[in-house]
């Protein structure tokens, strides 16, 4: 971590988004419009012509109070100046299913909101509650990293006797519950965690969009063979999903889409909510929503972190195009010789000559076993970049399938229902490209640790003039 010398402070102060946030001159305007229109809502991004209706808005509801000179620039200038690399305020991208940009908050610029937040006074400071969750906290990581075992049931028993009393305590008809004042105190602290959870969000899908921006431009300037480029990129990708980041993405998404886990996480949700000392701190709708907001960022950032794989799909199809096209080219050089050499027929009798009329048979019976040689020769030839010889005429005649809408159909089949088989899922959702699209669903289902491939059990499936055979593949949300 940096020290705090005055050097890395006007580094800093010079290069960091959030800092440059701090100082803009009008950084009243960008905070609350941002505050406004992505934080207060909860909104993981916004098309552009929406943002720029919201902020004309914003700007005459702002001039109608100050005067007119004193935001005086045009709704586009802004938002322009603010995705722009001179202020990264704002990121704007493309996505699949639309024409016009999104556009997100950068993680400084919630950063520097959420330190403003921060500032605020607040009702009181949960200082008990914190020390128990560092209590809770600290055990944890002793008991769990504890390799004795002796140790470990003892820290058990110790819970277990302490679990006992409680409950004779409560036969006897007296326990020990919260006040208003920790309810309260714990309520807040909850909430503010729920909005970092949030926050965080934010910084890993920034960190997933720069690495699909960096392989972008490593294919679009590399000169490395195709074999070298993809091995070197996918390896940065393992390193990324293996990370400690990584991996803790995975736990967290595995848990959140597992249905025990939501039914428990709106279950407490809503037995806090109901009871009148929560209700009467007046909370925001953020906690109360906590678990479609944590699908909806979730869902976000694994969407993009598969773009780098539909990204080098992309990489892969384009270079077969070029090398098929060059073979089309030859083909074609090929047959205008020939059409310049129709009507002027050789004059030699042997123009062309055939080895030999007769088949060469060669049984593999009669091969004698490889012997070797007590002199070898070892070659120091240089060992050139050949030409693919694989014909790649079948990419003129393939059809696209949207992979990102069977994983909608999944996903919605899976909402009335814990698991689903493909046989059920194609007759709600009729499939339409053929056999490819079974085949995208059976590559889904490899991909997806939650999916099920039983080749023991063989499903007929109904396709338009077609029937086909495939073993029983099932999803599920566990």
């Known amino acids: 971590m940096e020290n705090l010398s005055h050097e890395y402070l006007e580094k800093l102060r010079l290069t960091n988004p959030a800092l440059r946030l701090l100082n803009a001159d009008n950084a009243p305007l960008i905070i609350s419009f941002f505050y406004r229109t992505f934080i207060q809502p909860n909104r993981r991004s916004i098309p552009y012509s929406e943002l720029h209706s919201k902020l004309h808005d914003f700007l005459y509801f702002l001039q109608g109070i100050y005067g007119e000179d004193k935001y005086p620039r045009e709704a ?23 024409d016009e940009p ?11 909101i959420e330190w403003l937040l921060s500032l605020e006074q607040k009702q009181f400071i949960g200082a008990e509650s914190r020390l128990l969750t560092l209590f809770q906290i600290l055990r944890s990581i002793i008991h769990e990293t504890e390799e004795d075992p002796i140790l470990r049931i003892n820290e058990l028993e110790r819970q277990k006797a302490a679990i006992d009393l409680e409950i004779q305590r409560i036969q006897r008809g007296g326990s020990d519950k919260y006040d208003a004042r920790q309810i309260k105190e714990r309520f807040l602290q909850a909430e503010e965690t729920a ?16 690495l699909d921006r960096e392989a972008r431009e490593r294919i679009a300037t590399s000169e490395k063979p195709k074999g070298k480029l993809l091995d070197s990129i996918f390896q940065e990708q393992d390193v990324i999903q293996d990370s400690d980041q990584g991996r803790s993405f995975k736990a967290f998404w595995e848990l959140l ?17 109901n009871l009148k000392e929560v209700q009467e701190l007046n909370p925001s709708a953020l ?23 539909e990204q080098l799909r992309k990489f892969l199809e384009t270079q077969a195009y070029l090398e098929n096209r060059r073979i089309l080219e030859i083909i074609k050089q090929i047959e205008k010789q020939a059409v310049l050499v129709k009507t002027t027929s050789p004059k030699q009798k042997d123009f062309s000559v055939i080895d030999s009329l007769s088949i060469d048979i060669n049984l593999i019976m009669s091969r004698t076993l490889f012997m070797p040689p007590k002199n070898p020769v070892i070659s120091a030839d240089l060992i050139l970049e050949g030409n693919s010889d694989v014909s790649s005429s079948a990419l003129y005649n393939q059809v696209y399938v ?34 490819e699209e079974i085949i995208a669903y059976l590559n889904i289902a490899s991909k997806d640790s939650r999916a099920i491939i039983n080749s023991e059990v063989i499903d007929c499936l109904h396709l338009p003039a077609k029937k086909i055979q495939a073993p029983q593949v099932i999803f599920t949300r566990n």
């Open 402 to 435: 949207d992979e990102d809408e069977l994983l909608e159909n999944i996903k919605n089949g899976l909402q009335s229902h814990t698991q689903i088989t493909l046989r059920e899922l194609i007759s709600l959702f009729p499939v339409t490209k053929g056999v």
């Open 102 to 112: 999104e556009l997100d908050l950068t993680p400084a610029t919630e950063k520097a």
């Open 287 to 309: 906690l109360n929503q906590i678990d479609l907001s944590l699908l909806t960022a979730g869902e976000k950032v694994y969407r993009t972190s598969a773009l780098l794989g």
């Open 195 to 210: 909005r970092k959870l949030l926050s965080d969000f934010r910084q890993v899908e920034h960190n997933f969009h720069i």
């Open 257 to 273: 889409m597992s249905p025990t886990s939501q039914d428990e996480l709106k279950k407490l949700l809503k037995t806090t909510f």
């Open 76 to 98: 586009k200038a802004y938002i322009e100046e603010w995705a722009s690399e001179r202020c990264e305020f704002l990121r704007h991208y493309y996505t699949a299913r639309a």
